[in-house]
């Protein structure tokens, strides 16, 4: 038996071993000689490892025996690579699929319902003849390359209706996948009715959710999906954010769900770009009267920050996993930790606008309906509910028409539902969406009770004439600032006498800025808000904000006895992250000197600690007179000091020699991946991210410079740094000179990064081999925040992790 293989764009590289020839006519045909079935598939097996799926899509196959052969026998036995292949590996995907195929069903939760499940999703499954289970995505994949892709579609289809038949109650969703090719078969949808029929399945308790396969014309989708609607089901529009489900298909498929990929919402709260696109989504779901779907939740994180975004239905591995049974019972929504928001009171309180508004229950007489807006001449709606739920929304003008139907057949659909945890910035992006004819908004409890109707023209000139808490974040270090700032200290000095306030400033800053430059400068200023941050962000009654400039303040509710010592330690890790701030020569003297001719010390910081117990401070500019008071002592010494006011008020100096080993467990977490396998795989070290969270992205340099491999990113950095890198030269980069010159680690200043637009510095790191020559560098990106992280670090819990690291 003969194989021949023809690849379209250049012939493939076999391996030597093969029997292999080329015509000069045909320089792209290869043929392989095959005693059995058994070489052949060894053949295939090897030029399936050696190039990748793609390239061999390009490539056709002819298999059989020598000799004349009709034209039409050979052009009918010519097929795709990837098809013949995978007919021969696995036969099995010719017979009877639906033996081999199992549907697993993981829930969707609601939001408002406190984390009940509302529906299931049915995924497909698919169990080979040896045991193996491939997941949905590998079964498609493999059945599109012998053409069985609809086949199997349609076959995850009835069992999936026999799943939700068996094990799954009247009422709850289930949303099933299909094939667009699928759809838009002409007997598809008559053939799914009877199905439904015939398990006794309302219409309506089904969700035809639309997968990305291929890319098919919107409009000829969207008519099949009106017929679909026209007969009750529902429509969800998978994977939307990615794949072929895009801006076109959801401007004309009436979608009632909106399923966003799970890639979009893993961590967006991260990622810049991941969460412009997941607000641009919801703006246009809301706009679109969809309702939207959070897929691939698994981090408390991005749950709490999809319920600030007021999404309502989600699912994901923090719920349950898909199963065969469906579960029952999912996790319970976190408890809710207020730690990613600024803890700053906002004084905005949605609470503050709701009114209890009329409501009606569902099975009221449509006759006493009537008569309660004649006794409510001045209500121009009123809220149905259901069992304390909102279902609807009752109009005047429909309740006085000639009909006498049930009190339901009334009713609008709900207006928007919020949550009284609603941010006042996704109230302003709703109140712009709807600034049209603005219906009054249902606000609901955390477990979907009804609250009362909040009129949003009644809001939208507390919204404008306040600043959002985000919009009272400094832009340089996040925290908070302006008048929010200001109102939380005085809130603080009117209901806590004791209040401590604590006021950091950087000493000699604008000599620094002469000095150094304004980027440094700002470098400097984001170093020390993230060292405040991390000693103070888990502390309960404790407020970190930014006055301005190189100016900082501390709000503590409460008297601290050990508030002196963090203090210390503030100063300790700032001296020893400074350092990275300044020339070497000015670390060397110990000052700098600026162009007056003046000198100035490095790294200090002057500290101010007002005291409510000195005397009740009456308000925020009382407080500040008290605190210049106490700068001024301060700054007439030299170096960092803590003054704290008492009588007479009391001077700590710090010691000089408290420094962070941070560079050292730097430099240990970098030599603990020389242990591990690093290769052109893009995710070959994601475990080294999540043991050494403070690297944004490690990459390897050859002895001449080239990198060696793409960048290897750390997962919470995905769409900020660019992938890629493999090949370029490094050689004028000073982590690579001064490392090749010296082979000793190396550490660079403190730089602005234009891939993430925030301050870092590079470590790098020499790799010798058993002569002691250089055989790579390593180099990985910190940022300032994982700096300030590593300085605070307890040193035994440091050289725990890593030892522990480094046997693993």
């Not at 508004?357 to 099975?363: D, F, R």
């Not at 009129?455 to 919204?463: D, G, K, R, V």
């Not at 996040?478 to 109102?487: E, F, I, S, Y």
């Amino acid at each position: 038996m003969q194989l021949y293989i023809k690849l379209l764009s250049h012939p493939l590289q076999s391996a030597p071993q093969m029997l292999a020839t080329q015509g000069a006519a045909q320089p792209c045909v290869m043929a392989f000689a095959c005693q059995d079935d058994q070489e052949l598939l060894q053949i295939l097996d090897k030029l399936s490892a050696e190039h990748s799926e793609q390239v061999l899509d390009e490539a056709y196959v002819w298999y059989g025996e020598e000799g004349k052969l009709d034209i039409e026998e050979v052009m009918a036995a010519i097929m795709p690579f990837n098809t013949f292949y995978a007919r021969m590996r696995h036969p099995w995907l010719l017979e009877d699929l639906s033996r081999h195929v199992e549907m697993h069903f993981q829930p969707i939760v609601d939001f408002t319902q406190n984390g009940k499940i509302f529906g299931y999703e049915a995924l497909c499954r698919l169990r080979d003849p040896d045991g193996k289970m491939l997941n949905g995505e590998d079964a498609f994949r493999l059945a599109r390359q012998v053409n069985r892709a609809v086949e199997l579609d349609i076959a995850c289809q009835n069992l999936a209706l026999a799943g939700k038949a068996k094990a799954i109650p009247h009422g709850t969703p289930l949303f099933i996948n299909v094939l667009p090719q699928t759809i838009m078969r002409g007997d598809w949808l008559s053939v799914m009715l009877d199905a439904l029929d015939r398990h006794g399945m309302e219409h309506r308790d089904v969700v035809i959710e639309i997968v990305e396969s291929e890319e098919v014309s919107p409009d000829v989708l969207a008519k099949h999906c009106d017929m679909i609607r026209t007969q009750g089901l529902r429509i969800a529009l998978d994977d939307m954010g990615s794949g072929f489900n895009g801006l076109s298909t959801l401007a004309v498929v009436k979608a009632d769900f909106i399923k966003i990929d799970r890639t979009i919402v893993h961590e967006a709260q991260g990622s810049r770009v991941r969460t412009v696109l997941l607000e641009a989504i919801i703006s246009m779901a809301q706009r679109l009267g969809c309702t939207i779907v959070a897929e691939g939740l698994e981090r408390v994180e991005d749950i709490t920050y999809c319920q600030d975004l007021g999404l309502v239905y989600a699912q994901g591995y923090y719920f349950a996993k898909p199963e065969a049974v469906p579960v029952q019972n999912v996790t319970a929504l976190p408890a809710r930790d207020e730690s990613h928001r600024s803890p700053i009171p906002d004084e905005f309180r949605i609470n503050e606008f709701v009114s209890r508004g009329l409501t009606i229950e569902v099975n009221t007489p449509i006759d006493h309906a009537r008569k309660t807006f004649i006794e409510n001449p001045d209500i121009a709606c009123a809220v149905v509910l259901d069992s304390l739920r909102p279902i609807g929304l009752l109009k005047r003008g429909k309740v006085f028409t000639h009909r006498n139907d049930a009190l339901g057949n009334y009713c609008d659909p709900l207006p928007r539902m919020i949550t009284s945890r609603m941010p006042s910035s996704t109230l302003a992006r709703g109140l712009y969406l709807e600034r049209g004819e603005i219906e009054p908004w249902i606000m609901v409890s955390d477990d979907g009770v009804y609250i009362g109707i909040v009129h949003p023209l009644e809001i939208m000139s507390q919204i404008i004439s306040r600043k959002t808490s985000s919009g009272n974040l400094h832009p340089l270090s996040h925290l908070t600032t302006g008048p929010t700032l200001r109102q939380s200290l005085d809130v603080s000095l009117r209901n806590n006498p004791t209040t401590q306030l604590v006021y950091i400033d950087l000493d000699h800053f604008k000599a620094y800025n002469d000095r150094y430059g304004f980027i440094r400068g700002d470098a400097m200023i984001r170093l020390l808000s993230e060292i405040v941050r991390q000693e103070f962000h888990n502390r309960t009654g404790v407020l970190v904000g930014h006055i301005g400039g190189d100016d900082f303040v501390l709000i503590l509710d409460h008297e601290d006895p050990g508030l002196v010592n963090l203090l210390l330690k503030v100063v300790s890790h700032f001296q020893a992250l400074a350092v990275h701030l300044y020339d070497s020569s000015d670390l060397e003297r110990g000052f700098f000197t600026t162009e007056d001719g003046k000198d100035h010390p490095v790294a200090s910081v002057s500290i101010a600690v007002v005291n409510g117990s000195q005397g009740r401070i009456s308000n925020s500019v009382a407080a500040a007179e008290r605190a210049a008071t106490l700068k001024k002592i301060g700054k007439s010494n030299i170096g960092s000091i803590i003054v704290v006011e008492s009588t007479p008020p009391r001077l700590i100096i710090p010691r000089t020699d408290e420094y962070s080993n941070w560079q050292a467990r730097a430099l240990n977490a970098l030599k603990t991946l020389q242990t591990l396998p690093r290769n052109a795989d893009a995710h070959c070290l994601d475990s080294c991210f999540s043991d050494y969270p403070f690297f944004e992205v490690v990459f390897e340099l050859n002895p001449d410079g080239t990198q060696r491999f793409a960048n290897w990113i750390n997962p919470n950095m995905y769409g900020k740094i660019k992938a890629g890198g493999a090949g370029a030269d490094r050689s004028l980069q000073t982590y690579y000179s001064a490392v090749r010159d010296s082979k000793n680690p190396y550490i660079s200043s403190i730089y602005l990064s234009t891939a993430t637009e925030d301050f870092c510095l590079t470590v790098s790191l020499p790799l010798l081999d058993t002569n002691g020559a250089l055989s790579s560098i390593l180099v990985a990106d910190i940022n300032i925040a994982a700096m300030a992280m590593l300085s605070n670090l307890p040193s035994e819990e440091s050289e725990l992790t890593l030892a522990l690291t480094a046997t693993a």
